[in-house]
């Protein structure tokens, strides 16, 4: 009996939760994405100004156009009283000019029309794209060099490179393509067609370049299905079952796009270019009784994936999978009860084609609690008579997207903790950009083939993965500082102690961008964003410390072509002054970019950053060497960073947080 009663109950919560969220409607938040309306708005617009019937209008980018910060934050307190202006800020390619399109979307106007007249274009179009990879298909001397390698035209399947920069003078919007085979596998990346140069230019969708050089075997299709449908046993090893019952609820609210949950409150915004945008993070605190700001915006800002074979093959493929494909145009729909647990709720966005139409894309973003650590713990067994043992159960909050960008899947996630700790990680999947050759075997290996062998004919080239966080934190307040604790050895000479030597630290406060140009790992630091004018009882600034990622330097010489454009992973951290136009790591136009508007060329004005509205930029890198285990699908390989109060609370914020009640299971004995 009583476990029925506890299913009508959790039953008719689900039912309530489900009610509330169709019958109120939300409030437009100044942050919220574009919705369906005003993408459709943004269309007509542009539409007018310049119609389809004289004009070649291609949508590159529409975005909500960044309202001003302080405006934000006075919406924040006084949600009714602040009119905020909304805006769409729009990159199309009209007759082949990169035009900046600023439109109010109230008044339903063209605020400024601006041709981009640097280097650079922007993020490809999926559908340029699709025309793109068709193209080789119908072509002659492909379908040429295809019978001369003993393939079938009709297994194969094209795919498009961003091509990079490499010192040419001439400034033209093309992509490379290279096809692989789909017959016996849907693995196509592992099985690419080599010695093939194909060039599309953008512009006329025409091939214009066109080279078939060496034929190298193409991989075997066997073993490298991942579709369960297609595999066959045996299966292993079992893994059992779980369910998630949470018979309160879910302990977090989604109204629209804002988050609360425990002591957290914040919104999800998102981008096609950036994908989720993370802002507005703000934490109570029990003690002062009041909510505080920590993280005003986070997402990531670029993703520089360079492969490091010089050949002909692959020398172009160092790759901007933000500036150059858009994170939120590859973001993907989440598998239900697979990327994310059963407790998870989902949120739907819109994304638009090259022809300004939205459209939806369902379970983009899922938020669920995770159970299962500890938050913290004591055993004192040193009172005689006494056994003390206390132990908290840890929940935190998961904002989770998928991005996957051609062959890779990039999990993303945004981890909340109660403790007042933000902990965001990547997660890489898919599969390989393998390289086919006829080696079959290491002892055959005559020169560096770029890569390691993971299996017969197929080399896992080697590359690196540099994902660019932009952390605009505001640590209860927008004016910060940031400050660098080195850790020293002090060497004692004088025989005051026992001891030879011991280690303190030395605090030194950034005061413009070049002091906080850090390569992390060679001396221990504590990287700490503070607020100088506010302190704790003792007398400690308040501030929110970066527990980096395991550090990653990239290892190409700084004056490589691809090295200048991904100039913003020289050092793991920056810190800028707040600067609305200053979003993109790489620059604004990323595709063909020459490395004229990165951050590494903003900090070169070496501004004030004490006591400032200031952003902190964390380069989180992977060194990619693969290994069989890779092959033919990588499980996942995770790295992650934390932001930490550090004298932010006056004590642990947790001291006082219980666990959450014990469920007992219906049916069985407690
Ligand atoms: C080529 O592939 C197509 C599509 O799978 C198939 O129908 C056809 O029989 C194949 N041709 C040859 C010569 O194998
Ligand atoms: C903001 O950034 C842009 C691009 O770096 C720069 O041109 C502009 O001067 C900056 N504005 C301020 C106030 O620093
Ligand atoms: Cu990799």
């Given at each position: 009996m009583a476990s029925s009663t506890t299913l009508k109950l959790s039953l008719f919560s689900v039912l309530t939760v489900l009610c509330f969220q169709v019958v109120v409607s939300v409030i437009q938040h100044p942050l919220d994405p574009l919705t369906k309306e005003e993408f459709l708005s943004v269309q007509t617009i542009v539409h007018n100004k310049y119609p389809t019937s004289k004009n070649k209008v291609a949508f590159h980018y529409i975005g909500l156009d960044d309202p001003d910060k302080d405006l934000v934050r006075r919406y924040e307190s006084l949600p009714t009283l602040v009119?905020?202006?909304?805006?769409?800020?729009?990159?199309?390619?009209?007759?082949?000019?990169?035009?900046e399109i600023l439109i109010n979307l109230r008044?339903?106007?063209?605020?400024?029309?601006?041709?981009?007249?640097?280097?650079?274009?922007?993020?490809?179009?999926?559908e340029e794209q699709g025309v793109a990879i068709e193209l080789p298909l119908k072509y002659p001397p492909f379908i040429a060099s295809i019978k001369k390698r003993g393939l079938n035209i009709s297994e194969v399947v094209c795919s498009t490179f961003s091509m990079g920069w490499f010192g040419e003078e001439e400034n033209i919007r093309t992509v490379r393509v290279d096809c692989f085979?789909?017959?016996?596998?849907?693995?196509?990346?592992?099985?690419?067609?080599?010695?093939?140069?194909?060039?599309?230019?953008l512009g006329t969708l025409k091939i214009v370049?066109?080279?078939?050089?060496?034929?190298?075997?193409?991989?075997?299709?066997?073993?490298?299905?991942?579709?369960?449908?297609k595999q066959s046993p045996p299966f292993?090893?079992?893994?059992?079952?779980?369910?998630?019952?949470?018979?309160?609820?879910?302990?977090?609210?989604?109204?629209?796009?804002?988050?609360?949950w425990a002591n957290w409150k914040f919104h999800i915004g998102f981008d096609v270019r950036a994908g989720i945008v993370i802002s507005l993070a703000s934490i109570y605190d029990l003690e002062k009784h009041k909510s505080r700001h920590v993280l005003y915006k986070g997402y990531i800002s670029e993703l520089f994936v360079p492969y490091q074979d010089p050949t002909e093959e692959f020398y172009f493929k160092t790759f901007f999978d933000s500036g150059e494909f858009g994170f939120g145009l590859s973001t993907v729909s989440l598998i239900p009860n697979r990327d994310c647990p059963s407790n998870a709720k989902f949120i739907d966005v819109y994304i638009h084609s090259d022809d300004g139409t939205p459209s939806l894309l369902k379970n983009a973003i899922c938020v669920f609690e995770q159970y299962g650590n500890i938050m913290w713990r004591h055993t004192e067994t040193g009172i005689p008579d006494e056994y003390i043992e206390e132990s908290r159960t840890e929940v935190n909050l998961i904002v989770r997207t998928v991005v996957t960008v051609g062959n890779y899947d990039n999990v993303l996630d945004w981890e909340f903790k109660t403790s007042g700790s933000i902990k965001p990680s990547i997660a890489l999947s898919g599969i390989l950009e393998i390289k086919?050759?006829?080696?079959?075997?290491?002892?055959?290996?005559?020169?560096?083939?770029?890569?390691?062998?993971?299996?017969?004919?197929?080399?896992?080239?080697?590359?690196?993965?540099?994902?660019?966080?932009?952390?605009?934190?505001?640590?209860?307040?927008?004016h910060n500082s940031f400050e660098k604790t080195s850790l020293k050895t002090v060497r004692i000479t004088d025989g005051s102690s026992k001891r030879k030597s011991y280690w303190t630290t030395e605090t030194q406060t950034a005061k413009t961008e070049s002091d906080a140009k850090i390569t992390i790992g060679y001396a221990p630091a504590e990287l700490v964003v503070v607020n100088p004018n506010l302190k704790t009882a003792v007398g400690n600034h308040f501030g929110y410390r970066l527990i980096p990622a395991i550090p990653a330097h990239p290892l190409l010489?700084?004056?490589?072509?691809?090295?200048?454009?991904?100039a913003f992973t020289n050092y793991n951290v920056w810190v800028t002054p707040y600067n609305r136009t200053e979003k993109w790591a790489g620059g604004l136009y990323v595709d063909h970019s020459r490395g004229d508007d990165t951050l590494a060329v903003w900090t070169q004005q070496n501004r004030n950053i004490e006591?400032?509205?200031?952003?902190?930029?964390?380069?989180?890198?992977?060194?990619?060497?693969?290994?069989?285990?890779?092959?033919?699908?990588?499980?996942?390989?995770?790295?992650?960073?934390?932001l930490r109060p550090t004298n932010f609370f006056e004590r642990n914020p947790v001291l006082n947080t219980l666990s959450p009640p014990d469920v007992a299971w219906p049916g069985c004995p407690k």
């Open positions: 009119n905020i202006p909304r805006k769409s800020f729009v990159i199309a390619i009209i007759n082949g000019q990169s035009h008044s339903k106007t063209i605020t400024s029309d601006n041709v981009h007249k640097g280097y650079g274009f922007p993020i490809l179009s999926v085979m789909k017959e016996s596998s849907v693995n196509i990346y592992v099985r690419p067609i080599s010695g093939l140069t194909i060039v599309v230019d370049e066109y080279h078939d050089r060496e034929i190298e075997t193409v991989p075997t299709a066997e073993k490298t299905e991942y579709q369960v449908s292993g090893p079992k893994q059992h079952s779980l369910t998630i019952h949470q018979p309160q609820g879910p302990g977090f609210q989604i109204n629209g796009n804002s988050v609360s086919g050759t006829n080696i079959k075997h290491n002892d055959e290996i005559k020169e560096d083939i770029h890569g390691k062998l993971v299996s017969a004919n197929s080399i896992g080239v080697y590359h690196d993965h540099f994902y660019m966080y932009y952390l605009d934190l505001d640590i209860d307040g927008t010489s700084l004056d490589d072509y691809p090295q200048i454009r991904g006591n400032q509205d200031i952003v902190l930029w964390h380069v989180v890198g992977i060194h990619h060497v693969p290994a069989q285990e890779d092959f033919p699908i990588m499980p996942l390989l995770t790295t992650s960073f934390e």
